[in-house]
Every structure is written in C-alpha cells, then in structure tokens.
C-alpha cells in the first residue's frame, strides 16, 4: 500500500473534516474551512496537506503562507489559530507530512516553518515554552461546576451576577465588534476587520457563535467561540473600559457561556492559549484549569532565530504603547491593514 501527500483541493473538504471528527488529536483549528477563511480575510495563501494511503486520508496538515514588509516571511499551522500541526493516523504518515511541509517551506524560501502543536513530536526541531492551553470536562450539574471554581474567583461570579448582568447570544457581529475592537486597542494591539468575524460565521454557521453581557440595554462584554467535538472555545473576548467599575463583569461572561454550553450537553470546556507569566494565564489558573504546554515547532529555513511577534517583544513596546492611545475610530481603521499579519 503506498503512502503518498499531496496539496488538498476544495473537493476533498468534506472528506478532510471527517477525518479531523474521528480523530482525537485533532482540533477546530484544523477544519478544513481555515483555508478560505484566511485567503478571504488576509489574502494569505493555504497549502493544505494530505496524506492518503489507497485514496484513504490517513494524516492532515493544514498550513498557510504569510508575507509581510513588517513582519516577514513565514509557513504556518495556522495562522490566526492557537493549534495546528500534523494529525496522522501513523508515524509514518506524520513523518511524510513534515517532509512534505518542510520541502514546501525550503521551495517558498520562508523565514521559518512553525507548527502549533498541542503535543510534542519527535522531529528534534527547535520549539518554544511559551504558551500554554487550559482544558477541563465540566460537569452536568452548574452547582458542581460553580463550586469546582477556587473562591475568589467564584465570588466574582456572583459579584457579576448581583450587579444585574444578562447574557444573550446574538448573530450581529456589529455588537461583538464594537465591543472588541475597543478591548484590544487598550491592550495595544491592532484588531482586525469586523469583515473577519463575517467571513467566521459564514464558513462555520453554528459552530461559530457569539454570546454578548449586558448591564441594562447596553452590551458591556462580549465572546466569539468555537464548537468542535462536544467542547467550546471562548475565541475572540474583550469588555469596554467601563466595564472595569462593574465587579465580575469578565467572570461573569466565561461562567455563562459555561452555563449555556452545559445545557446543551457541551461539557469539555477549553479555555484557549495564553503566555505563561501574564495576566491572562493567571487568569485561567485561578479558575481552578491546569495549565498543559503547546509545544510549538519550528523548522528554520532563511531565519537563524526562532521567530517572536508575542506583544512580549521588547521590540514591540513602543507600539503597543503609542496604538493604546490611539482614538477608537482610527484604530479601527488602521488596524486591519497590520492585524492580517500577526496571525
């Protein structure tokens, strides 16, 4: 039987999604939908690898070119996901989609070849200890789940709570949007186009939802999240500055899309990537989630240093600090034309 890899054409998407179902390894980021999703949205170029043996998909690799003046030349799995890397049934299957990708990173002459990988392979490449997932089962039962959460962090849920905060899912990536854009500018960081999340809904309809917090009539809080496997990931989230004076605003948020993925018989519950020694890894730890390291890999081409676009960057922190001062409206306008290429 020959084992053979080629690049996937849109006829083989329903065949790649059945794979990543029956594959326990595998994660939303690597439905086959990215690949127009990140062509649509920033114009960067997938390459999606299979592995078939006797015209049977037996291993995955989804990946996608980024060119930038700014931030250079680079092959990934994937961009703008927090997971990635080779699904394979065998070793050998593994093994011929790094050679594959590898091959394709040295034709494209990139910077460096990154996959994102959820667990550690045996390539020997070169990786980072930087960013860590949080994954846990939920329980059936809220009290259960409600009480699982440490105490502090479980007094800001019901802080949230008493202040009079309600949750609604909606489709308008307007409201999301509005509240988002304005998250990620204080934090310095440019945001993408409201066309984006447009682009998410449309590719991946019910297993892209928003879920928005409202103190009264207004939206003070927002989450987009993913749905794959009976497990939901909290994706794009942020609250308005005013949201700071409500107590348990974000606790609030993340224990209601717990709540109402629960009563749906979604249980697994991933709490996304997050840098160790920041605000938002702490964050996740106090809600009583372990933290399980992303190995990520990376394979060197042109570059002779492991790449670093994390906000961590020193060499970022002017920016950061001049794009937080930035009116809302200009951010807004400028940041997609830079956001496309930080995946």
Request: with cysteine; net charge positive; hydrophobic share 40%.
């Amino acid at each position: 039987m020959t084992l053979s890899v080629r690049e996937a054409g849109a006829a083989d998407g329903p065949q790649w999604n059945d794979f990543v179902l029956a594959q326990d390894t595998a994660t939303f980021c690597h439905r086959f939908e990215w690949a127009a999703v990140l062509k649509q949205a920033f114009g960067h170029r997938p390459h999606s690898l299979l592995a078939e043996r006797d015209g049977r998909i037996v291993g995955v690799l989804p990946l996608a070119e980024v060119k930038s003046r700014l931030f250079g030349h680079s092959l990934s799995s994937l961009p703008f996901c927090v997971y990635g890397g080779v699904v394979a049934e065998t070793e050998a299957a593994d093994q011929a989609l790094r050679e594959a990708a590898c091959a394709l990173a040295e034709r494209l002459q990139v910077g460096a070849l990154e996959l994102r990988s959820t667990r550690p392979g045996n390539s020997g490449w070169p990786s980072k200890d930087l960013y860590y997932t949080f994954r846990r089962q939920l329980s059936a039962d809220h009290d259960s789940n409600l009480n699982s959460i440490p105490n502090r962090q479980r007094a800001m849920i019901r802080k949230g709570m008493a202040a009079g905060l309600s949750s609604e899912e909606t489709v308008s990536t307007e409201r999301l949007y509005r509240v988002y854009s304005e998250s990620v500018r204080n934090l310095g960081t440019p945001v993408f186009s409201r066309r984006y999340l447009d682009i998410l809904r449309q590719a991946f309809g019910e297993d892209c939802r928003i879920l928005m917090i409202r103190e009264g009539d207004e939206d003070v809080a927002g989450v987009l999240s993913f749905y794959h496997r009976g497990e939901v990931l909290p994706y794009y989230g942020g609250s308005v500055a005013r949201a700071r004076d409500i107590k348990g605003c974000n606790h609030f948020m993340y224990w209601e899309l717990m709540r109402r993925s629960v009563e749906e018989g979604v249980l697994g519950f991933d709490f996304g990537r997050s840098k160790a020694g920041t605000g938002p890894f702490s964050f996740k730890k106090n809600w009583g989630f372990e933290p399980q390291p992303l190995p990520y890999e990376y394979y060197l081409v042109r570059a002779t240093d492991l790449p670093n676009l994390s906000p961590a960057n020193p060499r970022y922190k002017l920016l950061i600090n001049t794009w937080q001062r930035l009116p809302l409206a200009v951010a807004n306008r400028v940041g997609p034309l830079i956001a496309g290429s930080l995946g």
